[in-house]
Nanobody, 117 residues
Framework: VQLQASGGGLVQAGDSLRLSCAAS??????MGWLRQAPGKEREFLAA????????YYGDSVKGRFTISRDNAKKTMYLQMNSLKPEDTAVYYC?????????????WGQGTQLTVSS
């Protein structure tokens, strides 16, 4: 599976932004977003099952970020509201090619988000 994340950029604290992840290639199941800030470990943000019926969020983004997917377009989104400087990171999308578990096995290139105070 090939994944292309887009939509990052430079925003101000309190702004909203939507990331997209376009997928192509073989079939896949669960999709998710993770991020990595400089000097920090990769952090799970959100995931969504193949049907879109179940979503999962990391504590740091719960209530601010919303994950969704459009299977017809093979695209996943991350709507991010009330952005904070600590949201600054490289954002990655990932999928599982074998189940709806959160054990992602295919990753895309990241997109940089910088939130200024």
């Amino acid at each position: 599976v090939q994944l292309q994340a887009s939509g990052g950029g430079l925003v101000q604290a309190g702004d909203s932004l939507r990331l997209s992840c376009a997928a192509s290639g073989r079939a896949f199941y669960a999709m998710g977003w993770l991020r990595q800030a400089p000097g920090k470990e990769r952090e799970f943000l959100a995931a969504i099952t193949r049907s879109g019926g179940s979503t999962y969020y990391g504590d740091s983004v719960k209530g601010r970020f919303t994950i969704s997917r459009d299977n017809a377009k093979k695209t996943m989104y991350l709507q991010m509201n009330s952005l904070k400087p600590e949201d600054t990171a490289v954002y990655y999308c990932a999928v599982s090619t074998y189940s709806d578990s959160l054990d992602f096995d295919s990753w895309g290139q990241g997109t940089q988000l910088t939130v200024s105070s």
